[in-house]
């Protein structure tokens, strides 16, 4: 009589190789794999072994770059949530549109990649459980940056001899309809192209107006003589 087969349990994952990487290269595979073990196990399960394991480390060799969970978790936010590089701004005194088409472009190809998606929808659950590591990175990613844009606004007004408005003094209003489109992807699932595309399209035409809102006022019409 033939015994009875029975089923071998399931092989564990198999890690990739191991080999040396420069520092540079081996940071970005370990925030891939944290994105990935966040997202799945969340923070409180995720276990510094298995982000080790997903991107071909050893426990020891993680500790190398990281101290640990937390210290990953603000770099990941670092990496992926960071307002964009402000550097190549457009001549001064070449129009208001150049200027809000160059702020939009440089907030979309920012903020709109994939794993800035993936990172918000992360943060978004994770907040409540690590609230001093948010406060850590809008203290030192988020407010330098409007800071820095804040100023970039109010030359930009005075080179093009325009009255400065609420944008100049509160440029997080510059960051509101991308924060507005990272959040409705997060909720609402992806946004196909043409979604994008109107929200860019609404933000250059939103930063137009506050840029330079008198040229928005029209001009009032001249009473005329009544008919006799």
């Known amino acids: ?15 990739p190789p191991r080999q040396r990487l420069p520092p540079e290269v081996r940071v970005v595979q370990i925030l891939d794999a944290a994105l990935v073990e966040f997202s799945e196990r969340g923070f409180a399960a995720a276990r510094m072994d298995d982000i080790a394991r997903r991107c071909g480390l050893s426990k020891g060799g993680l500790y190398a770059h990281f101290a640990g969970k937390e210290e990953v978790f603000e770099a990941l936010l670092t990496r992926s949530l960071a307002p964009p590089d402000l550097g190549e701004m ?19 190809d920012s903020l709109g990649r994939p794993g800035a998606v993936a990172t918000l929808r ?19 990613v988020v407010q330098p940056h409007l ?15 325009v ?28 946004a196909n192209p ?24 029209l001009p009032q019409p001249v009473p005329q003589p009544p008919a006799k």
């Open 90 to 108: 457009p001549v001064l005194g070449a129009g208001v549109r150049p200027m809000a088409q160059w702020v939009v472009d440089k907030l979309y």
């Open 1 to 15: 009589m033939t015994p009875p087969l029975h089923s071998s349990p399931a092989a564990p994952a198999v890690a």
């Open 147 to 161: 800071i820095l844009l804040g100023d970039i606004l109010r030359a930009h007004a005075v080179q093009e001899g």
């Open 194 to 217: 043409q979604d994008l595309d109107h929200y860019r399209q609404g933000h250059v035409a939103l930063l137009c107006e506050l840029l330079d809102p008198a040229s928005r006022i």
């Open 163 to 190: 009255v400065p408005s609420v944008i100049t003094q509160e440029p997080w209003l510059a960051l509101s309809p991308v924060v507005h489109a990272l959040l409705s992807q997060v909720v609402l699932g992806g």
């Open 122 to 140: 992360l943060l978004v659950a994770e907040s409540a459980r690590v609230p001093h590591l948010i406060v850590l990175w809008k203290r030192n």
